[in-house]
């Protein structure tokens, strides 16, 4: 394996478990589901060669993309802003 797949592991992990102490509570487990889909990744990875796969390297990008769309989607405040007045009658 090449240095930048332990990077990007190591950066994942890093990321999702940042991600996980400021999750509320309700979004708490879609983190958890991503870091247990990336580690059950990895430790299947020691006993068969699933880094090629693409079925299964698909799911697990898919799975481990899903909180950071999620708290993309959080921050976002107004998603029509206007600069109008409001009236008030």
Excluded at 30 to 42: E, M, N, R, Y
Excluded at 56 to 65: A, G, K, T
């Amino acid at each position: 394996m090449s240095v930048g797949l332990f990077w990007f592991i190591f950066e994942l992990y890093a990321s999702l478990l940042d991600m996980l102490k400021s999750a509320r509570d309700d979004n708490r487990w879609i983190v958890l589901s991503a870091v247990a889909a990336l580690t059950g990744f990895l430790v299947a990875g020691f006993f068969s060669y699933n880094f090629g796969d693409s079925e299964i390297l698909l799911l697990l990008l898919f799975i481990v993309s899903v909180p950071y769309g999620i708290a993309a989607r959080a921050h976002v405040e107004d998603p029509c802003p206007t600069n109008l007045i409001p009236t008030t009658s």
